[in-house]
C-alpha cells in the first residue's frame, strides 16, 4: 500500500533517488504505475546512517504525515544529507492513523525496518500479535500499525541474531495467528530490513502474490551500457538500490525480485534466496 | 488546478455533496476524472453559511493543508454541520506554498470566494496586481495565492455593489497586467463568489478554453427521473449546486456551463448569462 | 497534566468558555495558574453533542495537535458551534506521543472521557492494562494514551450501565496493577466522562493529593450577586460547568471538588458523592 | 517576541545548544526568562551551511511550525547535523500567521536572517515597505512576515556589498515610513544575518529599549576559568555564540551586547561597533 527505496552504496545524497530521477519516490507518491493504490500521500519517512558510522549506530530519522511531494523540509534534507545507507518510504495507509508514529522506517537500536503492503484484518489480530511480543519491548511501539507490530515481532524472534530466520518465524507466527482467527491470507508485502551495513528485503504473501520488488544491475554494467546517460554517473561504484517499483524506465537497470524470495544487499553485492516456500 | 463545489438550497449536511456521493470533492481529492491535476492534496477547505442567519453574517471556515482524503476532522464537521450554503474546495497547489491562509475559500466580512485555476507567471505579475488593490485592504491578504488576490482585486473594484461586474473588472485588470508583461493568457479558471444568499459562478479565461463548469438539474424533476434512487431524496426542493466536475455519473443530473459565462444560483433557481464575450 | 471544561446547559457557544472568560481554557493553555505545567500546548480537543439531539447520539469531535492559542479552526468553530453539553481539553503531554489520536477528548459509541493527570510509569504497567481491556473493544483503542487506555478499562468495567461504579473498578484494577509491578501511586488526576446527558466528574489519585477540580456555582444566583456583569447574562438557568481551574477570579463562582469525590451533573443540578474513600 | 541563537566556530551538532545546555532554545521555547513572551511556541527553524562548504552556498533550512519542544524530526536532526555555522530560532508570533514560510531564519541566495522584535503596526506599513523592495526580488518574499520583509528591504539596499550599511538603510527606511504613518517606535528588535562565513548581529530598536542580545566568551578563557565543566570541553577553539538570552547561568559566560550596537563574529573573533547612533 506504499512506496519504498533502500539504498547502500557509497555515500550519496537521497535527493538523487527520491527525487531526481523519472519515477523518484516523491514522483510515486503522487502517482506509482505499479501501485495497488496509485497516491501514496499519507506522510512519508527517511531513515539514514551517517557517513563514516561506527558499526551498531542508530539510524537518524525524518518523518512528517505531510504528502513527500509538498514537504518542504524533505527537499532540503534530501539534498543536504549524504549517507552510504539509507530507506526512504511514503505511505498509502491501509487502516492505521495517519500520525508521525505510524510512518516508516521504524527503528529500534540500530535497525531499521519498513513495509509495503498489510497484514489483513490487523484490528481482528492485533491484540495476539501484540501479545506474542516480548514485554520488555512492548514500551518501545510508539505507533499503531501492522507494521510496526511485525517488526517487533522479529525483533523478539531473534532479529538480531538472525535476521532472515526471524523473519521468518514473526511472518509464520501472524500466520499462525490469522489461520486460527480464520482471516485469509494474513501476510501480504515486501519487507526492508538493515542493521546498518547489510540490507534484507523480503517478497512474500501468504497467497503468493506479492507486492512487487526490484533490485538494481551492477552499476559499473549499467555505465558501461549507457555510457551517454550522465545522470548514472553520480552513483560510485558498488550503489545498489532494492525497490518497489523501478526509479527509471531504463531498460535493463532493474531487475523483479521473484516471489518468496529474500534479497541481500551486502558489500556493494547483491544475492537473493529462497524465503519460506516450503509452506 | 483544484476542485470545488457550491451549494444552495434547504439545510443540508455537507457529507451529502462531499463524502458521500460517487464522485464526491474528498473522492476527487485522490482522483479527480476531468482536473487536469488527477491528485488535489494541498490542502482543502469548507466555508458556510449558519441555518438562519440574518443577512450580512460572515460564513464560518474550515480548512486545513492535510488531505481532504485523510482529514479526521474533516469527516467529522462535515456531518455535524447544516448550512443552506456553503462553498467547498480541494486544492492542488499551482506554486504558492501549501499553507492554510492559501486554502480557499477566503473571506472578506460577509463574502466567500474559490478558484479552480491559475493566473499565469503570477510571480512575475503579483507587485502589479497588489498595487491595484486598495491599500486599506492590503492588510485584509492573509495568504500569498493568485486566488486570493483577484479576489482582493474584485472587492476593489466593487464586488459588493456589482459582482458579476466587479469580477469582470478585476479579470480584465489581470489581462492589462498580463499583456504589459507579455504574459500569455494570463487568466484561467472556475470562479464561485457568494454573498450569502446568492452565488456566482464564472467560467472563463483568457484563452477561451476553461476549465470545466457544471450546474445539477432541478431537484424536482431529478427525483421524478430517478424515483429509485434513494440517495437524491436526501435532498429538498430547491437544492442546487455548482461544481467544477459531476458529482455523480446520472445522466441529466449535471448540465456543463458554457465557456465565458457567469451562473447564478439565487431564491432557489438557476439562470446564466454571458460573461466579457466582448474581447 | 492537562486543563478541561465540561459544560452542561441551555445550548451555548463553546467560545464564551474556552476563549472569552479571563481564565479561558485557551489562555491556559498559554498559562495556567494552577496547572502542574504551566504551558498545555501539545494539542487540544472539543467534543459536543448536537441541540436536540436524540439520546444515544455519538458527539462530534474536534481535535488537533496544533497549540489551542494559535488554531485558527478552533476560534472559528468555538464561535459557529451551540451545543447544550460539551467537553473542552488542552493536553500537556506526559509521554505519548503528540499525536491527534491522543488528544482527548475520546469517544466511544455515545459517551466522552478526558483525563488530567497521569498512569504513572504507563509504559511498565501498558501491556498488563491493555490485557484487561475486553478482547473485542481492543481496535477500538485508536491512540496510545494512559487516559485512552484507562477509558476503555471503565468501558470493560461497565462503563454505561454503572459509570460511578465502573470508573471506580477501573482505577482499583491499575492500581492492582501498578502495586504489583512496584510503580508508586499508579493513578492521578481528574477524571470527566458524559453520556451526552449526565456529566461525572472524579477527582481521585492513588496518594489522595488529585489535580485541582471545581464546579461553577448556581447560575441564578451568581447572576443575581453580580447584576452589573454583562458576561454573565449570555448563560442561561441551569448552566454549569465543571474544570479544572476557575475560568475567572469571581468570588463564589467557583467552587472546589473535595479530594476522593465524584461530582455530578444531571438535570440542571449539581450534586456530589464520596469516590474511593474505602482504600 | 522570539529567541535566537547563531552559531560560529568549529563544527558542533546544533544539539549542543539547542537541546543540551541548561537554558537552550528549546527549553526557552516553553519557557524564556528574559523574552517578553515567556512561550515561544509558535514555530521553529533551523539553518545551516555544511562543514567544508564552498563560499556561497546556500544554508539548508528545517522550519516546522510545531513547537520547537515536542517536534521529533528537531531532536533527530539537531543531533545529526554538523556545522561550522547554524542559526536557530523559536517564535513567538506578534500577529502574520503561523506557518512554515513565516518561520525563521530566512534564506536568500547564501543569506540567512533572523529577528527577535516587531515591526509595530506592520499591517499598516506593510504595503508602503513591500514597495520599496526591489521589484525582482519581489516574487522571492514567500511568508508574510515584517521579519522578512525587512530582510528584503536590507537586500535591496545592498546587503551582499555592505551588510551594516545596508541594515541600517533598511531600518532607517522603514522609520521613515513608520513616521509619515504616525506608526510610534516602528522597529524594535535584534537582527542576525549572515553570509555563510561572518555573522553580523544587530541590537536596535527606534526607542533605544531593545530586546536583550549576548554574546559568548572566548572559549579557551571559558575553559580555563572552568577546568571542572565538562559541558564546556565539547566546545573547540573560537567556538562563539550571540543570543536572546544566555543558555546557561555560568558567570562570565555571556556578555551583553550594548543599546544600537552590532556585533560581527568573523573568523573565530568578536567585535562591535556602534549602530545608528546618530538619530
Given at each position: ?20 530521477t ?8 503522487l ?8 497516491v501514496?500521500?499519507?506522510g ?20 512528517s504525515i505531510?504528502?513527500?511531494w509538498?514537504?518542504?523540509n524533505?527537499?532540503e534534507?534530501?539534498h543536504?544529507?549524504?549517507s552510504?545507507l ?7 495507509a ?15 537500536q540500530n ?16 491484540r495476539?500479535?501484540l501479545l506474542?511480543?516480548e514485554?520488555?519491548?512492548?514500551s518501545?511501539?510508539r ?12 525483533v ?15 511472518i ?9 482467527l ?6 501480504q ?13 523480503f517478497?512474500?504473501s501468504?497467497?503468493?502474490r ?8 551492477d552499476?559499473?554494467a ?23 517499483e ?16 529474500v ?5 556493494g553485492?547483491?544475492r ?5 516456500r516450503?509452506?
Open positions: 500500500m506504499c512506496r519504498w527505496v533502500a539504498y547502500a552504496g557509497p555515500d550519496l545524497h537521497p535527493s538523487t533517488l527520491i527525487l531526481d523519472p519515477h523518484s519516490l516523491v514522483a510515486q507518491s502517482h506509482s504505475p505499479l501501485g495497488k493504490e496509485t501514496n500521500g499519507d512519508f519517512g527517511i531513515g539514514w546512517y551517517p557517513a563514516d558510522a561506527a558499526p551498531g549506530r542508530a539510524p537518524t530519522l525524518f518523518r505531510e504528502p513527500a509538498y514537504d518542504e524533505l527537499q534534507l534530501a543536504a544529507i549524504e552510504p539509507f530507506f526512504a518510504h511514503v505511505r498509502a491501509s487502516g492505521p492513523p495517519i500520525q508521525q508514529t505510524n510512518c516508516h522506517p521504524f527503528r529500534h535497525w531499521m525496518f519498513m513495509h509495503n503492503g498489510v497484514l489483513r484484518q490487523f484490528g481482528v489480530m492485533k495476539d500479535i506474542e511480543i514485554p520488555a519491548l512492548f518501545s511501539i505507533g499503531t500499525t501492522d507494521s510496526e507490530a511485525l517488526f517487533y515481532l522479529a523478539t524472534f531473534g532479529l538480531a541474531a538472525d535476521p532472515i530466520g526471524a523473519m521468518g518465524r514473526a509464520r507466527e501472524v500466520e499462525r495467528i490469522g489461520d486460527a480464520s482471516v485469509p491470507h494474513p501476510v508485502g515486501t519487507f526492508a530490513v538493515t542493521d546498518g551495513s547489510t540490507i534484507w528485503a517478497r512474500y501468504s497467497e503468493h506479492s507486492r512487487t520488488l526490484f533490485y538494481s544491475e552499476m559499473g549499467l555505465q558501461e551500457t549507457y555510457p551517454d546517460i550522465d545522470r548514472l554517473r553520480q552513483y560510485g561504484a558498488g550503489a545498489r538500490v532494492i525497490v518497489s523501478p526509479l527509471s524506465d531504463l531498460p535493463g537497470a532493474f531487475v523483479e525480485v521473484p516471489e518468496s524470495t534479497a541481500v544487499l551486502e558489500d553485492s547483491y537473493q534466496e529462497a524465503f519460506l516450503d509452506a
